[in-house]
T-cell receptor, first 112, second 115 residues
Framework: GQNIDQPTEMTATEGAIVQINCTYQ??????LFWYQQHAGEAPTFLSY??LDGLEEKGRFSSFLSRSKGYSYLLLKELQMKDSASYLC?????????????WGLGTSLAVNP | DADVTQTPRNRITKTGKRIMLECSQT?????MYWYRQDPGLGLRLIYY???????NKGEISDGYSVSRQAQAKFSLSLESAIPNQTALYFC??????????????FGPGTRLTVL
């Protein structure tokens, strides 16, 4: 079967760095996405990885290892507004019509 | 102006009523999707459409139907609403062009409560 695993909850302190992990088992791989979702709001796109390595975008970075079926989202200089759920999603192979497989999300609480 | 809009934003209805949720986009994307989100269950795909003449069932299509009226419009209908369809519903769009990453962009959501 196809599966994405993320920790359910994490807590961090304002100003600190936090790493949110995502592991996946899918039939094929055509890209991994990270989204941020504040409570009651829409998911918003953060990052996309399709090749191994680190993609950096301001305070946020995302890493991918295809051989390990592993990704992480790194958030630096945490701010209170970063308290949200972070969703990992993987696009499977073309046979699945390129649909996304979604993780359940990691709820991050940033404390002062 | 928002690129992906959904109407209504909130709706309370009764069991057995027919409900339509509407989605419009100005992004010029070919692909549109309907998801529902429930606590503990994450995002689940209801229906998706790759163009006006293409409609596909997702993982939880029972009890729902859709209409792609134009490239920019994709509506979701609940023919006879039931309480377990109470959820947050999201429309999303993505770009099919070869050079794109096919990233999905979400509308603001519709909170539906079925009593």
């Amino acid at each position: 079967g196809q599966n994405i695993d993320q920790p359910t909850e994490m807590t961090a302190t304002e100003g600190a760095i936090v790493q949110i992990n995502c592991t996946y088992q899918t039939s094929g791989f055509n890209g991994l996405f990270w989204y941020q979702q504040h409570a009651g709001e829409a998911p918003t796109f953060l990052s996309y990885n399709v090749l191994d390595g680190l993609e950096e975008k301001g305070r946020f970075s995302s890493f991918l290892s295809r051989s390990k079926g592993y990704s992480y989202l790194l958030l630096k200089e945490l701010q209170m507004k970063d308290s949200a759920s972070y969703l990992c999603a993987v696009r499977g192979d073309a046979g699945n019509n390129r649909k996304l497989i979604w993780g359940l999300g990691t709820s991050l609480a940033v404390n002062p | 102006d928002a690129d992906v809009t959904q109407t209504p934003r909130n709706r309370i209805t009764k069991t057995g009523k027919r409900i339509m949720l509407e989605c419009s986009q100005t992004k010029g994307h070919d692909r549109m999707y309907w998801y529902r989100q429930d606590p503990g269950l994450g995002l689940r795909l209801i229906y998706y459409s790759f163009d006006v003449k293409d409609i596909n069932k997702g993982e939880i299509s029972d009890g729902y139907s859709v209409s792609r009226q134009a490239q920019a419009k994709f509506s979701l209908s609940l023919e006879s609403a039931i309480p377990n369809q109470t959820a947050l519903y999201f429309c999303a769009t993505s770009d099919l062009k070869a050079s794109s990453t096919d990233t999905q962009y979400f509308g603001p959501g519709t909170r539906l409560t079925v009593l």
